[in-house]
């Protein structure tokens, strides 16, 4: 016989979501006189593990004036003395009854009041908030919390929300299953309303209760019954195909990722929970105010420039973009004093291939180069390299992923104090911002500033940011989806991220000039492959290259001499190039001494740094370098590249200029927040600053503006002591393959070519192409083309003098490109020129022309004296005429003479300034300015009336 002892309870936990109600054992052992039964009973708890019972005990039990018999489950080290389950509120017809917060049994017999338990539960304790936290309209976060009691470290348990907020702050609270770590954990929290709402630091937001893994939540299964009141499989699955869904439209690029089926799985789930964290437009962009950037200019003036000339098609694009930012309130309409000049730059790529009609794509950029002079300079905390490597290497990562904003300037609000300095004109009127433009001087600073603080509390733990690169990493998966979610909930509403630019738990990154992986941190060879490639010299001009190279750092080297002795001999006069085994040596032992250290250093972002650029014919070098204690020049990396496409017919001008501004895209990361010095050999760059839009091509105006936000000096170095970028960018690099997409069609191959039109915009159309071999052929037996070929191959030319000179000349409209002879489309301008009537092409008589017609202008327009077109203007010299083979130098014009079209393209016939008459030479329209183009046509036109004149006399 059972004995049932009874005893009195205050119904210390009713739980709808247990399936039977339970007790623990020290319920059992306190009850000595109730024997336990044994009970074949399988438990699921609330963490989802699967727990077995110890036994069943009976007794009978007295709830207010009900007394009755209940079966009780009994586990170990249960938290709750007593839970009553499903089974118990079932039988005794119980309902809650909200209004007085009473439990009520058998119809009404009786009510028992409910209570929460803080007072006589020592599991129990509140959480409050870690942060001042600001909830965003019709919005669902998760925000980070912290229990009350500071004793609880490392627990299981419940977090339930606070029911004042609802009537308060009108948000909700999720109830949900945490695990506190350091009494830290996180609440979910919907707010519904059409406002944000303002949460205080410190606030009790609710309530956590610890449970243990046998806290009964849904399965009870015996030999024939599998009691599981609520699944939920079916609805979880459903929501995390469609956050898949979200993630799959984002077009996040997982390729340096190494993840398994379930990992990427969950981590696709978890982005597309935070879609909002992401915008692929603007009227997605985020704005916060966490630093308004504001622009100190002290007691300057205000500067307003006039605003550039557009074309009507050019005024078109400039509305379109003016209508975008003022429909998401980037810019407004401004009665501002000061005015900077709109500048539209064509993006590189020519045409967006998402674009139907296949137009030019625009960048909206503004001219703040005055402003920028006038802008007190301001320094940022620097960051020590040392310490970021020190704290990477101990928090021994496996997975990395990094971040980039969506145009993240424009993220930033203005202070409005100073906003009105951002004013710009163009053809609609006036406009500034209200949010940070690009170029404007300050702004990687203040960027900077916004990065740190959005990720206040993780950086330096989880978290590393420099300038626009911030870096999340984390020993395990679980932890780096737990660092992510922490980054969103910062990040917030505020702050949007552009998904095809981030990376996600990636096997491997670059951050800061060093390689990330599970493996640990190393230096990125990109930084040393330009030297460690360097090919092994063939002739006398690239053993020179080398050493120019070798021996700008021989400082370093204590021995250099010797070391390099055997590529010396090589230099001797009259001596034979053999490369025999001694000079393999050296030349490897030069390169392992130029890429290690104290040659190769870290860099140090307390210091200046310098960059020293070049450009030949084939490639262009860049070195980023800094001055150590000793004041001697240190590597921090070398670069460079061969020349791409349409590069390869740049003037030596443009290739000087685009070393340039590859080595500053190159090491951005160090040069955005530092003045910095440029070395060059070319002394046309030390004016680019005075580059406008109405006096440079759009390749020139595009590169002017790039530089106006960065702050540096530019200094002219003679080509013998740039020697170490200089061989940078006279050497070879490994051939790079352009694509053709082609598509068979029966037996002939159909290929997409561009043609430029009088249409403003290219137009594609499709030709039928004969077979390559057989073009090329046909192209250098050809009579018309196989001396232009051969001499642009092999710089030879016809014997007959007239022969040589008009293949000089036709060499220039055109180009070798993958053995095909193409002609090669320069820009032209309409210019009126005298015909050949009207001047005379007699060589003996050109001069004696010219003079007359100088004195005659001289007479009726003497131009002023500060007139910046004559005498003054440089000149690129034609770079294949084989009478100038120093194409490194530009040449003062003292005039043109005459000009003529060859070939139908106009030429001018220039007058070097300094020269004598046989080094008058023809050079194309596109190497004179318009400036000299427009100057002889008003001479021109004003040599034809005075012959008019004098004809009616």
């Not at 950037?293 to 973009?321: L, N």
């Not at 232009?788 to 003098?801: A, G, N, Q, R, S």
Request: some cysteine; charged content about 25%; glycine content about 4%.
């Amino acid at each position: 016989m059972i004995a049932r002892p009874k005893f009195n309870i205050e119904p210390e936990r009713q739980d709808d979501n247990a399936d039977v109600t339970h007790a623990t054992d020290a319920i059992f052992i306190m009850q000595k006189t109730v024997p336990l039964e044994k009970a074949y009973l399988l438990a699921t708890g609330a963490s989802g593990a699967s727990l077995r019972a110890v036994g069943q005990i009976h007794v009978t039990i007295e709830i207010g004036r009900l007394s009755m018999e209940q079966t009780f489950q009994v586990f170990e080290n249960f938290t709750h003395s007593i839970i009553l389950g499903l089974d118990f509120l079932d039988q005794q017809k119980a309902r809650l009854n909200f209004d007085d917060k009473t439990l009520v049994l058998q119809s009404g017999i009786t009510e028992v009041p409910l209570t929460n338990g803080e007072n006589n539960d020592n599991s129990i304790c509140f959480i409050s908030l870690i942060n001042d936290e600001v909830i965003p309209s019709r919005s669902e976060v998760i925000i980070p919390v912290q229990t009350v009691d500071k004793s609880i470290k490392s627990k299981i348990g419940i977090i339930e929300p606070n029911p004042a907020l609802v009537g308060k702050q009108n948000i909700v609270g999720a109830t949900c299953l945490v695990q506190i770590r350091n009494n830290k954990s996180f609440l979910q929290v919907l707010n519904p309303t059409n406002s944000k709402v303002r949460l205080s630091k410190h606030t009790k937001i609710g309530k956590f209760s610890e449970i243990i893994e046998n806290s009964i939540s849904s399965e009870i299964t015996d030999d024939t019954i599998q009691i599981n009141s609520i699944d939920k499989g079916t609805q979880n699955n459903n929501n995390e195909a469609k956050y898949i869904e979200i993630a799959k439209s984002l077009n996040f690029n997982f390729s340096n990722s190494d993840l398994t089926t379930e990992q990427k799985q969950k981590l696709m789930v978890m982005l597309g929970t935070n879609r909002d964290v992401f915008a692929i437009n603007l009227s997605e962009l985020g704005c916060t105010d966490l630093h308004p950037h504001r622009i100190d200019t002290g007691d300057a003036a205000p500067v307003r420039q006039r605003f550039y000339r557009q074309s009507p098609a050019m005024k078109t694009e400039s509305s379109k973009h003016i209508k975008e930012m003022l429909d998401n309130n980037i810019i407004e309409p401004s009665q501002s004093e000061w005015a900077s000049p709109v500048c539209l730059v064509r993006k590189k790529g020519s045409t967006s291939s998402s674009s139907a009609s296949n137009q030019p794509q625009y960048r909206f950029c503004i001219d703040f180069r005055q402003l920028n002079l006038l802008c007190v300079k301001r320094v940022y905390p620097i960051v020590q390299m040392d310490d970021i490597v020190d704290m990477l290497g101990e928090a021994k990562a496996k997975f990395y992923s990094t971040v980039d904003m969506f145009n993240g300037y424009h993220q930033i609000k203005l202070d409005p104090e100073t906003k009105h300095k951002t004013a710009f004109t163009c053809h609609e009127g006036v406009f500034e911002f209200n949010r940070l433009p690009f170029g404007l001087s300050n702004s990687p600073h203040t960027f900077q500033l916004v990065m740190s603080e959005a990720l206040r509390g993780i950086n330096w733990k989880s978290a590393l940011v420099y300038m626009d690169d911030v870096l999340i990493f984390s020993k395990t998966f679980e932890e780096h989806l737990h660092h992510l979610t922490i980054l969103f909930q910062n990040y917030g509403s505020q702050l949007k991220l552009k998904p095809t630019k981030c990376t996600f738990a990636a096997k491997e990154v670059r951050f800061l000039g060093h390689v990330l992986s599970k493996d640990g941190i190393a230096v990125d060879t990109t930084k040393i492959d330009a030297v460690k490639t360097f090919p092994v010299p063939q002739n006398i001009t690239d053993v020179r290259a080398f050493l120019g190279l070798a021996n700008y750092y021989r400082k370093f080297v204590k021995g250099f001499s010797k070391i390099a002795s055997p590529l010396h001999r090589l230099l001797v006069k009259g001596a034979k190039f053999i490369w025999d085994n001694d000079c393999q040596k050296s030349f490897d032992e030069i390169k392992t001494l130029l890429i290690s250290a104290p040659i190769l250093a870290f860099p140090d972002f307390s210091k200046d740094f310098i960059l020293y650029t070049d450009a030949s014919q084939i490639a262009i070098g860049y070195i980023l370098g800094q001055k150590d204690r000793k004041g001697r020049e240190q590597v921090i990396a070398y670069g460079g590249r061969s020349l791409r496409g349409a590069e390869k017919n740049y003037c030596i001008r443009d290739l000087e200029y685009l070393a340039l501004i590859e080595g500053v895209k190159q090491y951005h990361v160090y040069l955005a927040t530092r003045k910095f010095r440029i070395y060059t050999d070319h002394e046309a760059l030390l004016h680019i600053q005075k580059i406008t839009k109405e006096k440079s091509t759009g390749r020139l105006a595009r590169w002017a503006m790039f530089l106006q936000s960065y702050d540096y000096e530019i200094i002219h170095k003679k080509g013998t002591a740039n020697g170490n970028a200089d061989a940078l960018s006279r050497r070879p690099y490994g051939t790079e393959i352009v694509t053709i997409t082609t598509a068979t069609v029966e037996s002939s191959t159909q290929t997409e070519a561009t043609f430029i039109e009088l249409d403003p915009y290219a137009s594609i159309c499709e030709i039928t192409t004969s077979p390559k071999e057989k073009v090329v052929n046909d192209q250098r037996t050809d009579e018309n083309f196989k001396d232009v070929i051969k001499y642009i191959l092999d710089k030879e030319l016809p014997d007959k003098t007239r022969q040589a000179r008009k293949t000089v000349i036709e060499s220039q409209d055109y180009i070798i490109d993958d053995d095909f002879y193409d002609p090669q489309d320069r820009p032209t301008n309409n210019v009126d020129v005298p015909t050949d009537d009207e001047m005379s092409d007699d060589e003996d008589n050109e001069e004696k022309n010219a003079e007359d017609a100088d004195e005659i202008v001289q007479t009726d327009t003497q131009p002023d004296s500060n007139d910046p077109i004559r005498n003054d203007t440089q000149v690129q010299r034609h770079t294949n005429d084989d009478r100038n083979n120093d194409d490194s130098d530009l040449y003062l014009v003292e005039r043109i003479v005459k000009a003529k079209r060859i070939n139908n393209k106009m030429h001018y016939y220039i007058k070097w300034l300094g020269f004598g008459n046989r080094s008058n030479s023809w050079e194309p329209e596109e190497n004179i300015p318009p400036e000299l183009r427009h100057e002889f046509k008003v001479r021109m036109d004003q040599t034809k009336r005075i012959k008019a004149r004098k004809t009616k006399r």
